[in-house]
C-alpha cells in the first residue's frame, strides 16, 4: 500500500507541474463545440448528449496512453527506474499507483464536459436511468485504467510505441462508437468492435441518456468488467516478466 | 573468525552482457572483495572496468550471471528485499531525477518509497536538503539545477533512509573543485556515523583521501585490494626522499649511507631511493645538516601505482 | 541570395531525412494514414446520423483538407525540435534569416500533409459515394498545398511565440488544430457561426481554402479562385507576421534563459 500510495501522490504532481496535463481539459470543450454545432446545424440537436459524452472518451484515452501507457518508460529514460527498483517499497505497486490516478482525471474529464455541455452550451439533457449510467462509468474508468495498465508494459516490450500512440486514437475511436453508435459503422468492423470496450460503454451512457427503456444492461455492464479483467491479466503476467527481464539483461535504463 | 556479517561480501563473481548482433562482453571475471563494517572502501579504475556493473549488482538492480554477493549477510539475488531496506544509492550524473519536480518533491517521493513514516518525511528532507547545502534551493525545479547541485541531491537522496551501506558510483564527476572538497568532506561526515562506504571512482585523488582500502579494478578483475598507502609498496619498494639544491659533495655522502639504494635526477633536483624505513632518518639528518632545506619524503602516489598496474591506456577508454 | 538557397536546400533535406528515421512505409501506412483514414470517417459517419447525403460528403472534404492544415501545424514543433538541439541560437545568429531555415526544414510536412488529406480525400470519397468531377477535381491538389502552407506558417509562428515558454509546445499544437477544427468551417458552414467569429475566421488558415475547394466541386471556379487568392493572402500575413516576430521572440528566450533546455 505504501508503494500504491507515494506512486498516486508523485502522478499528482506531475498532473501539476507538466503542463501536457492540461491538453485534453483544454481540447475536450472544444471537441464538444465541434460535435455539438454539428449536431445542432444539422437539425439534430436532440442527439446533442452524444457531443458531451465522446469528448470525455477523448480525453480518457489520452490519459490513458500519456499519463499512464509511458509511465515505466519515461522512468527508463528519465534514469530513475534503477532507483525505484532498488527501493524497499514494490517497483509494480507504485507503478499502479501512479496509473491509477487515472481514476480521478477520468472522473475531472466526465465533470469537465458535463458542466461544459450542460450549463455553457445548455444542452438539454438528463440522465434518464441514473444507475445503469453510474455503474457504466465507474467501470469505463476501472477499465480505462487496467488497460492503461497493460499499454504501460506493452510500451516497453514493443518497439512501435511511439507510432501506436501517435496512431491509435481515431481507430479506437470508430470502433468504440464513442459518437456514432456502431451499428453505423460497415458489417466488416462490427466483430472487432467487440473487443474494444468503449463500444459497449458508450451504448450504455447514450442509452442511459433516453427515455426509452435500455436493454441488456447487465450483458453490456458485464462485457465491459470482462475486458477489464482481461487487460489486468495480460498487465500481471507482463509486468512481471519484464522486471526479471530486464535485471537480468542489464536493459532497466536506456541510454 | 567474527560472528558479524561483514558489510559486503563478493564472492566468484561474473557478469556476461549479451549485446543483439555483437560478441558478449566480460564485465566481471570472478571477481573477490571484502568490505568491513565502517569501512570506506575505494573501487579504483577507468571508464570500462567493470566498476558500476559491480555496484549495480550489490545494489540488486542487476543479476550476476554467476557468484555470490551479500550485503550484511542478504544475498543480493535470493534476499534482495532484504538488502534494499539496508542500501543507500548514489550514482550521480544528470539523470536519475524528475525534472520538473523541485528538489524537495524529489527527495520526499524517495523517503515515501524507502518506508519513512508520513509524518518525518518532510523534517527528513528538510534535514537532508540543509546538510547537502541546498536548503535555498529547496522548491526550485531540478531541471535549473547545476551538475554539482543534482549530484548534491543524489547524495541526498542516498542518505535518506539511513543507509548501512551507502553505495556512490562517481560521485564527484563533473563538479568544480570547491563543490569537490565539500562532497568529501560530507562524506567524511556520513562515515563518522558509522555507515560503510563503497566508493566507485577513477579520481585518484578522491582514493587517496576518503578511503581506508582501495582495490584497482579492470577489465572486470581485481587487481590488489590493499590500503593506498600499502599500494605504494607494489609498485616500489622504496621510501622516497625527493630533495632539491643538493650539491655533488653532499650527494655522495648521501649515496655511502646505509640503506640508500640509488640516486635519480628528476625534473628539479634528485630522488634518493632508501631501502627501509629504518635508514630514513639518518639520511634526512645528514641533508638537513647540510643546510638543504628543501626536503620531501614520499611513497609512489596512487596515481603512478595505476599507471603502473593499469598502464598507461591514453584516451582510449 | 545563392548561398541562402543552398542553406534551404540543405535545410529541406535534413527535416525530410529526419522524417524517413520516425516512420518507414510500413508503419506510415499501417499507423498513420490508418489513423487518418478514420479521423476522417469518425467526422463523415456523424452525416450519416443526420441523414442527407450532402452532411456527409460536407463533413467528409472538410475533415480530410484538415489533415494538411493539421500536419502544417506541426511546423510548431520544427522550432522547438530546433532548440532542443540546440542550434536555435546558431541559426538566429547566422547571416540567413531564421525563418527562412526553420520554415525549409519543416518543409516534409507541407507534403507529407498534402498526401494524406488527398489520399484520405479519394480513397474515402468514393466509399461515401462523394462526386468528384474529373478533370477539376485535380485543382484541389494546389489548393491542398496552399492550405498546409498557409497553416505551415501559422504554425511557424506560433512556435516563435512558444520560443519563450517552457514545456508548452504539445499544448499549443493540439489546442489549435482543434481550435482550427472549430472555427475554420471545417464541419459546419461559416454561416453557421456567430458574426464576431465569422471575422476570426476569416483571417485563419484553412477558411478560404475550405472554401476553395467545396467551390471546386461544385464547379464555381471563378469563385474557388477568388478564395484562393485570400487563402494566399492569409498565408503570407502569417508568414510576414512569423519573420518580424522571430527576431524578438529568439531575443525573449535568451533573456530569460529558456532557449538553453530542451523542452
Redesign the interface.
Known amino acids: 500500500m505504501r508503494g500504491f500510495r507515494s506512486g498516486f501522490r508523485l502522478q499528482l504532481s506531475f498532473f501539476r507541474n ?3 496535463s ?2 485534453p481539459l ?2 475536450a470543450p ?2 464538444t ?3 455539438t ?3 445542432r ?4 440537436g436532440d ?1 446533442s448528449g ?1 457531443a458531451m459524452i465522446a469528448p470525455f472518451y477523448m480525453s480518457l484515452w489520452w490519459f490513458a496512453i500519456f499519463n499512464g501507457g509511458w509511465v515505466i518508460q519515461t522512468e527508463r529514460w528519465e534514469g530513475t527506474i534503477e532507483y525505484l527498483v532498488a527501493a524497499p517499497v514494490g517497483f509494480v505497486s507504485v507503478i499502479v499507483g501512479r496509473i491509477s490516478t487515472m481514476l480521478l482525471a477520468g472522473a475531472v474529464a466526465f465533470g469537465e464536459v458535463w458542466v461544459f455541455g450542460r450549463y455553457v452550451l445548455r444542452t438539454n439533457v438528463t440522465i434518464h436511468h441514473p444507475y445503469v449510467f453510474t455503474a457504466s462509468l465507474v467501470l469505463t474508468l476501472i477499465a480505462m485504467t487496467t488497460t492503461s495498465l497493460f499499454m504501460a508494459n506493452l510500451f516497453v516490450l514493443s518497439r ?1 510505441a ?3 500512440s ?6 479506437v ?2 470502433l468504440g462508437g464513442i ?2 453508435p456502431i451499428a ?2 460497415p458489417g466488416w468492423l462490427q466483430p472487432a468492435t467487440n473487443i474494444v470496450f468503449l463500444s459497449w460503454s458508450s451504448k450504455l451512457l447514450r442509452g442511459s441518456l433516453s427515455a426509452g427503456p435500455i436493454q441488456g444492461a447487465a450483458f453490456d455492464l458485464s462485457m465491459i468488467a470482462l475486458l477489464a479483467v482481461v487487460a489486468l491479466g495480460l498487465a500481471t503476467a507482463f509486468m512481471s516478466r519484464i522486471l526479471r527481464h530486464a535485471r537480468s539483461s542489464g536493459e532497466l535504463a536506456l541510454r | 573468525m567474527s560472528p558479524r556479517p561483514q558489510a559486503v561480501t563478493v564472492i566468484d563473481l561474473v557478469r556476461t552482457f549479451q549485446p543483439r548482433k555483437q560478441p558478449a562482453v566480460q564485465a566481471l571475471d570472478g571477481v573477490r572483495l571484502d568490505v568491513d563494517e565502517g569501512e570506506v572502501h575505494g573501487l579504483l579504475g577507468p571508464n570500462g572496468a567493470g566498476k558500476t556493473t559491480l555496484v549495480k549488482i550489490l545494489t540488486t538492480v542487476l543479476l550476476p550471471t554467476s557468484g555470490r554477493a551479500e550485503i550484511l549477510g542478504h544475498d543480493v539475488v535470493h534476499d534482495a528485499k532484504a538488502v534494499r531496506p539496508l542500501i543507500g544509492i548514489v550514482f550521480g550524473g544528470e539523470r536519475g531525477l524528475y525534472t ?1 519536480l523541485t528538489a524537495r518533491q524529489n527527495l520526499e517521493y524517495w523517503a515515501s518509497l524507502y518506508r519513512l513514516p508520513g509524518a518525518q518525511i518532510k523534517a527528513r528532507a528538510a534535514a537532508l536538503l540543509e546538510r547537502v547545502g541546498l536548503a535555498e534551493k529547496a522548491d526550485v525545479k531540478v ?1 535549473t539545477f547545476s551538475r554539482g547541485m543534482k549530484q548534491r541531491l543524489h547524495l541526498a537522496r542516498g542518505l535518506v533512509a539511513g543507509a548501512k551501506v551507502l553505495f556512490l558510483d562517481e560521485p564527484t564527476t563533473g563538479m568544480d573543485p570547491i563543490a569537490a572538497r565539500e562532497f568529501r568532506t560530507l562524506i567524511s561526515e556520513i562515515r563518522a556515523e558509522g555507515a560503510t562506504i563503497l566508493l566507485a571512482t577513477h579520481d585518484m585523488v578522491e582514493a587517496e583521501v576518503l578511503c581506508d582500502r582501495v582495490t584497482l579494478i579492470d577489465h572486470g578483475r581485481i587487481l590488489a585490494t590493499e590500503s593506498p598507502r600499502s599500494l605504494g609498496r607494489l609498485v616500489s619498494r622504496f621510501q622516497r626522499v625527493d630533495v632539491e639544491g643538493a650539491d655533488r659533495e653532499l650527494l655522495d655522502r648521501v649515496a655511502a649511507l646505509p640503506g640508500v639504494e640509488s640516486i635519480v635526477e628528476s625534473d628539479d633536483g634528485h630522488r634518493i631511493n632508501v631501502d627501509g624505513d629504518e635508514h630514513v632518518p639518518v639520511v634526512l639528518k645528514v641533508i638537513v645538516e647540510a643546510g638543504v632545506v628543501d626536503v620531501r619524503t614520499s611513497r609512489p602516489s596512487l596515481e603512478e601505482v595505476y599507471v603502473g598496474l593499469i598502464g598507461d591506456r591514453g584516451l582510449e577508454v | 541570395m545563392m548561398s541562402s538557397l543552398r542553406v534551404m536546400r540543405y535545410s529541406v533535406l535534413s527535416g525530410a531525412y529526419d522524417y524517413t528515421s ?2 518507414t512505409w510500413k ?1 506510415w501506412l499501417g ?2 494514414l ?2 487518418v483514414m ?2 476522417v ?3 463523415a ?7 442527407a447525403n450532402q ?1 456527409i460528403w460536407f ?1 467528409l472534404v472538410g475533415n480530410a483538407i484538415m489533415i494538411a492544415a493539421m500536419e502544417g501545424v506541426f511546423a510548431l514543433n520544427m522550432v522547438s525540435w530546433e532548440r532542443s538541439t540546440g542550434t536555435l541560437p546558431l541559426i538566429a545568429a547566422s547571416p540567413t534569416s531564421p525563418v527562412l531555415v526553420l520554415a525549409s526544414h519543416g518543409v516534409y510536412l507541407v507534403v507529407d500533409g498534402t498526401v494524406s488529406a488527398l489520399g484520405a480525400l479519394f480513397l474515402l470519397g468514393p466509399v461515401f459515394g462523394l462526386p468528384l468531377p474529373w478533370p477539376r477535381v485535380l485543382l484541389i491538389i494546389p489548393l491542398t498545398i496552399l492550405i498546409a502552407a498557409s497553416a505551415y506558417s501559422l504554425g511557424t509562428f506560433l512556435g516563435g511565440v512558444v520560443l519563450g515558454f517552457r ?2 509546445n ?2 499549443v499544437v ?2 489549435g488544430i ?2 482550427l ?2 472555427l475554420c468551417g471545417v ?3 461559416l454561416d ?1 457561426y456567430p458574426g464576431p467569429i465569422a471575422w476570426v475566421s476569416r483571417f485563419l488558415p484553412i477558411t478560404h481554402g475550405l472554401i476553395a475547394v467545396r467551390d471546386v466541386l461544385a464547379g464555381d471556379l471563378g469563385a474557388a479562385g477568388l478564395q484562393a487568392l485570400a487563402e494566399a493572402g492569409v498565408a503570407t500575413g502569417w508568414l510576414v507576421l512569423c519573420v518580424l516576430t522571430f527576431g524578438r521572440f529568439v531575443q525573449r528566450g535568451r533573456r530569460n534563459g529558456s532557449l538553453e ?1 530542451a523542452t
Open positions: 507538466y503542463p501536457d492540461l491538453i483544454l481540447t472544444l471537441f463545440v465541434v460535435f454545432m454539428v449536431l446545424h444539422g437539425g439534430r442527439l452524444y512501435t511511439v507510432t501506436f501517435n496512431s491509435a486514437s481515431y481507430p475511436y470508430l459518437l456514432v453505423l459503422l | 520538473r531541471e | 520516425i516512420y508503419s499507423g498513420w490508418v489513423r478514420s479521423q470517417t469518425f467526422f459517419l456523424i452525416g450519416r446520423l443526420l441523414g452532411q463533413l514545456g508548452l504539445s499544448v493540439n489546442v482543434v481550435a477544427m472549430a464541419n459546419v458552414p453557421a533546455f
